[in-house]
């Protein structure tokens, strides 16, 4: 049986959920969710940016990338990462 640990959270977890106390509609969290994934997005854009103008990123690294199965390298890495 698995040990029972109390959840610590950290600054902005305490922040997010004194705003979301807040949220009194539906409305009002599709608005925060959106809020939230644009700025999520805004970042991933300027991090593969980043990464064209390196040249880390490329054509060739994103024709390599359609071809993958993104859904089974992902659960590869998580395998090779609990294994260790």
Do not use: C
Not at 21 to 42: G, R
């Amino acid at each position: 049986m698995k040990s029972v640990r109390p959840t610590v959270f950290n600054p902005a977890q305490l922040y997010l959920l004194d705003v979301f106390s807040d949220i009194k509609t539906d409305n009002e969290l599709l608005e925060i969710k959106k809020l939230i994934s644009d700025y999520y997005a805004k970042k991933l854009d300027g991090m593969l940016d980043e990464m064209w103008k390196s040249g880390e990123l490329d054509q060739k690294r994103l024709d390599e990338i359609d071809q993958m199965d993104l859904h089974q390298w992902l659960r590869e890495k998580k395998d090779a990462e609990n294994a260790v």
